[in-house]
Every structure is written in C-alpha cells, then in structure tokens.
C-alpha cells in the first residue's frame, strides 16, 4: 500500500514540473515561446532574430529570460496599471498580431492571415487604467475576456470608447466569472459606444460589466447581441443604453440600464430589408429582440424603454421597464408567452406593438398614459389587434380599442395611486402597487376570476420586478373592488386620469 | 482497501486533467547557442539574456556567457546536453573539464577531444568559447 501511494505522489509531483518558456521583452511587450514549441530561433546578421515566424530587431529587444511561466496558446493579455500597460503575447501567435502601446492606450492588429488552422485568439484584459483603451481590429473570430478591468479613456489616442472591437466577425465578450469590470468612455471623439464591436457580440460568462456611455452608446454591436450568464450594468449612457442590429437575444444572466439619454434597448435591421426570423437564427437580420430568460431591468427618462425595429418575442425572463415614452415597442408583432413584465410608459403606451400584440402567458403588468394612451396597444389603424388568450395581466390606462380578449377582462374606472392592491385567483395572490400616475382604467385578467382588494398591506411572499409585485402574497387589509367584465369596445376610450392621482405632482416624470 | 486505492487514483486522474497542474512530458532544461565557431549549451535556470552593443550576454547559474551577435546563427532548447552534435566539437579551444565536485578532471586540447576521453557522469567543461554542463552517457 505505501508503495503504491508513493507511487502515486511521485507521478503528481512530476506532474507539477513546469515547462520552460523563452521571454522575449520589448519595451511594452513580451512575447512568450513555449520551449517545447519554439524550435529554432535564428539570428540574422546581429541585427535580428525570428522566433516562429515573428522577426524582432535586435535593438528593440530589451532583454529575454527563460522561465517556469506556462503559456498559455493563442492568448495575448493585457494587464493595465494607471498609466501604463504591459502586453503578453503567446508565441505561437505572435507573427499575426501587431502591437502598439502609448501609455495605457493599447492597439492590436490582428492579421488576416489568422484562420480556423490558426484559430481563434482571446484577449484577456484585467488592471486599471485612468486613462487607457483598448482597441483591436481583425477579420476572424475573437475573444475579448473582461478579467477584472477598470478602464477610463480620458485622452483618446485610437478611439474614444474605451474597449472598441473592429473586427466584423463573431466577438465573445467574456465577463469572466467572479470579476466586477469597468468602462468609461471619452466625453468627446467619433466613438459609437463606450464598447463598440463591429461584428456580433455574445456576451458569456457570470462576471459584472459596468458600463458608462459619455458620448453616445453604452454598448453597441455592429451586427447581433447576446446575452448569457452575464451581470450587465449600464450606468448611463448619452445614447441607447445598448444598441444593436439584426437582433438582440436575452437568455439568461442580468441586465440593468439607468440614466440614458435614448432608448434602454435598441435592435435595428442591419440590412435593407428584413429577414425575419431565421432557423436558429443563421444569417438573421430582423431587427427583432428575443427574451428568453434573465432579469431586465430598464429606466429610460427620455424615450422608449426596450425598442425592436422588427418583432419582440418574450418567453420569459423578468423585465421591468420604466420610459417617458413607451415602455416596450416593437416595429412589428409583439409576442408574450411567459415571463414576469411590468412595463410603464410615463407618457405613452406600456406595451406598443405596430403589429398584432399577442399575450399567450405570463405575467403582464402594464401601465400607460392618459388617453389616447393605453397600458396595452395595438396598430389598430393598420387593421392590427391585440390579440389576448392567456396569462395574467394587469393594466392600467386600459386596453387597445378592438381586442380580441379570448380570456375573461375585467375592470374599475378608478384606482388608488401608489397604493397596495391584491389580485386573488384560484392558486393565489399576487400583490401589485400602482404608480403615482395613468390612465384610468384598470384592468384584470388571468384563467381564474379575479377578485381585487385594494390599500391592502403586504407582509409576505415572492418579491419580482423590483419589488413592484409579490407573488403568492400575504396581505392584510384593504377593501374590496368591485369589478365589471370588460369589453374592447371599452378600451382606448377617452378618459381622464386615474383616480386621484392621475396627473398629480410628484409622479414619475 | 481497493476503496481507498480507486479514490487516489481517480484524484490523480483528476489533477492530472484538471488544467492547474498539467503533466509535462517534453522538459528542456538547456538551451544551446550555436555560433560560427560552435555550439554552447546552457542550463536555463535562472536565463537572461541581454544584447549590449555588439554582443549576446547569457548569464545563469553558473556565471555569464558572451557571445559576439555577428556570429550567432540560432538558439535552441534541448531535453539533454550530452549529444555529440550539441556540444559541437568544431570547437578547437583549450577545454578544462571539472566534475560536479568542482574538481579538475582533465585538461583537452579541445572539446571533442574532451568528450571522446570522458567516462559517463556529468561534467562541466570550460573554455574561452564559454562553460557547459555535460551528461556523459
């Protein structure tokens, strides 16, 4: 037995042996050769040497060393340090990337000649820089991984944003798991976003992305967006608080957004003309936004909340989106299957579609402005409808004109603001407070007749949308509402205010 | 027993796969330098290399090793130093050659000369052209 377990610690203590790596130093730059990898590096005339293919003039080689380090493939880091930043590069690369450093104002060059037999290379930035950048240019696929950064571009010498991608191909934004990072773009240049990528951007990993847009964008993406895992901060942002084209897919992770200047979210079509929705969405240039899953949680003070230039599908996730204009618009058809919304247009509709508007499922509460507006609306001038066959909606300010309500609606003409109500059905309560203004009708719906209190006090349950409703909630109090059935030949009806306190000073906007 | 025996394997297995400590089957602890005159070869530990003026300066633990750039034609990692071919005997320099005591062991006209005389054991040859390890096997 002890033979055998010495047998065993051998084998890992062997297993631990390092490999040796040739360090060649430049003066912002190390160019790291695996030992096992390098093969021959030839001098030339005492005036160079090449190392696979990369050719250093002599005079510009500070020092090389020969160490324990690992290296590791098709990786180039770059670790910032206030006003400095040092670049590693793997060997084996290092003949398709050309570096550049200023301070802490970093620029790569990816080669063309980089293809699926050289593959994909990551680049891993961590350090903080009070004033640095990072930008990149390239013509295949690449990772850019986010371990840790701090990152202000105060004096721009490449671009204004702080991380910009022109690389036209797939960009994995990798925020790596356990980091909390920072972006900060120039107030002034010719920047498109805090951080741009030219291509199409999918976001990975379960890190935390901040991101401050002083100029236009926060984030924008050339071609799609994704999000999974991620912890997506916008602070502010001039612009969109993310913007991108041919489509936006959210399947999971977080993504906040506060204080901009435009929309919270927006998805244009890149091309001409719109694909529509594709198989796996290969070749996708739709304009449209899919939810699938993950916390959204949007503020937009000036304009629309979440916007699609084609359709918006919602199958789940939580969404809480509060805009001056509306909340949630779509181009084309609205679909809502499942999920948890709260949607609230401060001066316009909560929910917009310019198609047909279908909610299926799901949990709806949404609110609109006064009449004309309406808390659910559909492009009825265009012959388009609202169409609602299931889930549990709660609206305030009322429905579009002309729905097709195949499940049961009913509604009160008046409503307590910033007040407290309980909506029971058959497997529970859910607890909704109001807004301080709106439209005033309210209207409630889910497979179960509802019976709705209202000033009821909330001491318990499941907190969602930011605490603006509790499922399967424990409430005390309150007073009855009573309710009428509701028609669509009700909605988008001329009305007043809600009651008391459509209008009134201190609402939101 | 065999319970205990299967969870030090799969253990093993598990580190050995696990990406923090990866088992290196290819080590190269020289590096050799070859020049028109010849080749040297050098343990890597603790390896710099700086370039002052016209020349290569290699210093390691054993000491510091110039080399003229003019001269250089490439450099190389190797697992061993005992090949006939890494020491390159077209170097015709005097050769002291000393064991890992430090003892002088013999005095050569030249390196080949040296390794041709030499019993299996590890050694350390000095000459103008800089100072190797050797393993004669």
């Not at chain 1, 729905?403 to 009913?410: K, R």
Request: aromatic share 8%.
């Amino acid at each position: 037995m002890k033979r055998i377990i010495t047998a065993l610690l051998s084998l890992m203590m062997v297993s631990a042996i390092s490999a040796q790596t040739l360090n060649v130093h430049t003066d912002y730059v190390t160019y790291q050769y695996a030992a096992a990898e390098v093969g021959d590096v030839d001098y030339l005339s005492g005036t160079s040497l090449i190392a696979l293919g990369k050719s250093f003039a002599l005079k510009d080689v500070k020092s090389m060393q020969v160490t324990d380090e690992e290296v590791t493939p098709n990786q180039v880091s770059v670790a910032y340090s206030e006003s400095s930043a040092h670049v590693k590069v793997a060997g084996n690369i290092a003949k398709y990337v050309t570096v550049e450093v200023s301070g802490a104002h970093v620029s790569i060059v990816q080669s063309d000649e980089v293809n699926d037999e050289v593959g994909e290379i990551s680049y891993v930035l961590s350090g903080t820089s009070a004033d640095g950048e990072f930008y990149m240019s390239g013509s295949y696929k690449a990772t850019v991984e986010f371990n840790g950064l701090t990152l202000t571009n105060a004096t721009p010498v490449y671009s204004g944003a702080a991380v910009c991608v022109m690389d036209g191909k797939r960009v994995n934004i990798k925020v790596v798991t356990g980091t909390t990072n920072t972006l900060t773009d120039a107030v002034s240049g010719n920047q498109k976003a805090c951080l741009y990528v030219k291509g199409h951007v999918e976001f990975k990993q379960k890190g935390t992305l901040k991101v401050v847009g002083n100029y236009a964008h926060a984030i924008k993406a050339g071609e799609y967006l994704t999000i999974k895992n991620a912890d997506i901060q916008v602070l502010s942002a001039v612009g969109d608080g993310v913007n991108c084209s041919e489509y936006f897919l959210m399947e999971s992770g977080s993504l906040n957004i506060a204080k901009v200047g435009d929309e919270g979210i927006q998805c244009d079509v890149d091309g001409d003309a719109s694909t529509g929705e594709t198989a796996n969405h290969e070749g996708e240039d739709s304009g449209n936004i899919y939810i699938t899953g993950g916390v959204i949680t949007v503020s937009a003070p000036r304009s629309e909340g979440i916007e699609s230039k084609g359709a918006m599908t919602i199958t789940g996730g939580e969404i809480k989106v509060e805009a001056y204009d509306d909340a949630i618009n779509s181009s084309q058809d609205m679909t809502i299957e499942g999920g948890y919304i709260y949607a609230r247009g401060s001066n316009n509709d909560g929910l917009d579609s310019n198609g047909n508007l279908y909610i299926k499922g799901g949990l709806v509460y949404a609110i609109g402005a006064r009449s004309p507006e309406v808390a659910v609306d559909a492009n009825t001038e265009q012959n388009k409808k609202f169409y609602f066959t299931g889930g549990t909606l709660v609206a305030i300010g009322g429905l579009e004109n002309g729905s097709q309500l195949s499940q049961s609606c009913y509604s009160t003409s008046s409503w307590n603001t910033n007040t407290w109500y309980a909506m029971t059905l058959d497997d529970q309560t859910i607890a909704f407070k109001t807004p301080a203004s709106a439209g005033s009708t309210l209207v409630v719906s889910s497979s179960s007749t509802p019976a709705l209190k209202s000033g009821v006090t909330v001491s318990g349950g499941t907190e969602i949308l930011d605490g603006m409703i509790f499922l399967n909630a424990t409430t005390t109090g309150g007073s009855s509402v009573t309710l009428s059935s509701y028609t669509s030949s009700q909605g988008g009806s001329p009305g007043g205010g809600g009651f008391p306190g459509g209008g009134r000073p201190g609402g939101w906007w | 027993m065999k319970k205990i025996i299967f969870m030090i394997f799969a253990f093993v297995f598990m580190v050995s796969h696990s990406g923090r400590i990866q088992a290196k089957t290819n080590e190269y602890p020289y590096l050799t330098f070859v020049t028109n005159e010849g080749a040297t070869t050098l343990t890597v530990a603790s390896l710099s290399i700086q370039v002052d003026g016209e020349n290569l300066v290699v210093t390691n633990a054993e000491g510091v090793h110039t080399f003229v750039l003019e001269h250089l034609q490439k450099m190389y990692f190797s697992s061993s130093s005992s090949s006939v071919e890494d020491l390159n005997s077209t170097v015709k320099e005097k050769t002291e050659v000393y064991n890992l005591k430090g003892e002088l062991v013999g005095t050569y006209a030249n390196r080949a000369e040296a390794v041709n005389a030499l019993e299996t054991g590890i050694y350390v040859l000095k000459s103008k052209s800089g100072t190797i390890k050797i393993a004669i096997r």
